[in-house]
């Protein structure tokens, strides 16, 4: 195939369609001085078994994530959490807090999903995490826990060591199992 030129005028719109089949494509973004808005989204995860699941090699160019969960639920007690990292998942250097009805928790391990927790919590919701630059992301987002009629939100900001590139989904002692409902995330440039 060779190379495709595309000229517009300063209004209307152009459509470029992306091939069907698999191999080595290449687009070019507009100079930073233009806009482009890019999406992806990952693929749905039953989050039915294991203790973590795990999006990894997310694009450097990704300013916006969005974790998305519905029916979550662990067979224990510990908080669900949401971390990220640059090269590898990063437990530490947190500094947030989750609200659920009246309890508040507070959580350097991660973005916390709630501010209590019981084997039977299910919770549906979903929580955006945005860049600053410089490595530095806030975080905040709203839930429900549907088996308890409770409601909540959360906020938290950390300063990765190297340029995002995964999001884990685990709980506070890394142990719980997963063992209900699906996560799924949407990155933006």
């Known amino acids: 195939m060779s190379s495709v030129v595309i000229s517009g005028d300063t209004s209307g719109q152009v459509t470029l369609a992306a091939p069907a089949v698999a191999g080595s494509n290449t687009i070019t973004l507009p100079a930073s001085t233009g806009t482009a808005q890019l999406i992806g989204q990952g693929t ?49 250097g947190y ?12 959580f350097t391990t991660g973005i916390g999903l709630g501010g209590s927790n019981s084997a039977a919590s299910v919770r549906s919701g979903l929580v955006q995490i945005v860049t600053l630059g410089s490595n530095l992301w806030v975080a905040g987002g709203s839930l429900a ?8 939100s959360m906020a938290a900001n950390k300063t ?17 199992t997963f063992d209900a409902g699906s996560v799924n995330i949407l990155y933006e440039g």
């Open 95 to 106: 500094l947030g807090a989750a609200i659920s009805n009246t309890t508040v928790t507070a």
């Open 145 to 152: 826990q549907t088996d308890s009629s409770v409601a909540g």
């Open 44 to 92: 749905a995860v039953a989050s039915t078994s294991g203790t973590s699941i795990d999006f990894t090699s997310l694009p450097a160019w990704v300013k916006r994530i969005t974790v998305m969960f519905s029916g979550l639920s662990t067979n224990g007690t510990s908080i669900p959490i949401i971390q990220i990292g640059g090269g590898s998942v990063e437990t530490t």
């Open 160 to 176: 990765t060591a190297a340029t995002l590139d995964r999001v884990r989904i685990t709980t506070v002692n890394g142990t719980d």
